[in-house]
């Protein structure tokens, strides 16, 4: 079942002005270690942290509360598996709400996807809820 859907649409060149006025005080308030080091990794900097501040915007959304109610920048971070593929991260408030929003019975799964086409970043998020198999949660 789908918990919740986000999306957002975000101007590299805005992220990469933000970039260039506040620096590592936008970096740190916005973006984990992880995320940090992906983007100076990349050739496109501005374009990946763009990336990453849209998947952050579209998980509030599908976490149903937006950038409110004690939800940190931080508390979301693009991480990606070893093929690459990117995987949203919770912790803190975002990880306690993820927890309240699934049903028993039922763990919670975030997929995201990223895509770019300059001047644009755009990242959609989905929240499943799956089932529990009888041996993980116990039931015979």
């Known amino acids: 079942m789908i918990l919740g859907i986000g999306t957002d649409l ?3 060149d805005r992220i990469a002005a933000t970039l260039d006025r ?3 005080r936008f970096r740190n308030r916005i973006f984990t270690e992880i995320e940090q080091r992906k983007a100076e990794s990349r050739a496109d900097t501005p374009g990946t942290y763009a990336k990453r501040w ?3 915007e579209a998980c509030s959304k599908a ?3 937006g950038l409110r109610m004690g939800i940190s920048w931080r508390d979301m971070a693009v991480e990606n598996l070893r093929t690459g593929q990117p995987v ?3 912790t803190g408030w975002a990880r306690t709400r993820l927890n309240d929003m699934t049903p028993p019975g039922h763990e919670a799964i975030i ?3 990223l895509t ?3 001047p644009w970043a755009q990242a959609f998020v989905v929240i499943e809820a799956r089932p529990l198999s009888d041996a993980e949660d116990g039931s015979n």
């Open 63 to 65: 976490l149903g509360t």
């Open 88 to 90: 949203m991260a919770v």
């Open 22 to 24: 506040f620096g590592d």
């Open 54 to 56: 849209a998947a952050k």
């Open 116 to 118: 770019d086409d300059y």
């Open 10 to 12: 975000t101007n590299i």
């Open 111 to 113: 997929h995201v996807t």
